[in-house]
T-cell receptor
Framework: GENVEQHPSTLSVQEGDSAVIKCTYS??????FPWYKQELGKRPQLIID?????GEKKDQRIAVTLNKTAKHFSLHITETQPEDSAVYFC??????????FGGGTRLMVKP | GAGVSQTPSNKVTEKGKYVELRCDPI?????LYWYRQSLGQGPEFLIY????????DSGLPNDRFFAVRPEGSVSTLKIQRTERGDSAVYLC????????????FGPGTRLLVL
């Protein structure tokens, strides 16, 4: 089955700096890659997603890139703010099937 | 509109007891997923319903776990003879049909088995 690895497990940045989180997946048939943000005790919330026919997608301060050949995808957050502090999860799927999640990255943005 | 809801929000039970966890998906969403999230880890897939039928139950850890969705809307996850290792947050997600891939998560049920 699919295996998703996520790095780093923790990331501390200064407010205003950029943050990058990287994930690799194992199943070349996966075609859908969402990113979720989860605050302590809250539900995971989708922040951005990308499909395998696209190499990059951007939404304001957030962008995701996908390299299908290397089977890795990354989340980029620019101009980080304290409210960006949370745990971020990447996931991979052969849509519409289940999501396989990475282990999560705890992002801390220091004011 | 209303998002995915789950009840109860917290459940404390004793080892060996039976529990039921309920999920109310977003109205009209035909696909429903159950995941389990242990502390400090990503959610792990349990079971996926398309309508009333289980399309994929490969994530259920053993036969103590069972889930139903009799009318294609509300789903119940049932755990028999609970063990301490079942303690986790149980998350439900729903997805619309028509090629939409986004899964919307509920707030979860935090299960503690003493």
């Amino acid at each position: 089955g699919e295996n998703v690895e996520q790095h780093p497990s923790t990331l501390s940045v200064q407010e205003g700096d950029s943050a990058v989180i990287k994930c690799t997946y194992s199943d070349s048939a996966s075609n859908y890659f969402p990113w979720y943000k989860q605050e302590l005790g809250k539900r995971p919330q989708l922040i951005i997603d990308i499909r395998s026919n696209v190499g990059e997608k951007k939404d304001q301060r957030i962008a995701v890139t996908l390299n299908k050949t290397a089977k890795h995808f990354s989340l980029h957050i620019t101009e980080t703010q304290p409210e960006d502090s949370a745990v971020y999860f990447c996931a991979a799927s052969k849509a519409p099937n289940m999501l396989t999640f990475g282990g999560g990255t705890r992002l801390m943005v220091k004011p | 509109g209303a998002g995915v809801s789950q009840t109860p929000s917290n459940k404390v039970t004793e080892k060996g007891k039976y529990v039921e966890l309920r999920c109310d998906p977003i109205s009209g969403h035909t696909a429903l997923y159950w995941y389990r999230q242990s502390l400090g880890q990503g959610p792990e897939f349990l079971i996926y319903f398309q309508g009333t039928g289980a399309a994929d139950d490969s994530g259920l850890p053993n036969d103590r776990f069972f889930a139903v969705r009799p009318e294609g809307s509300v789903s119940t996850l049932k755990i028999q003879r609970t063990e301490r290792g079942d303690s986790a947050v149980y998350l439900c997600a729903s997805r619309s049909s028509g090629g939409q891939e986004t899964q919307y998560f509920g707030p979860g049920t935090r299960l503690l088995v003493l």
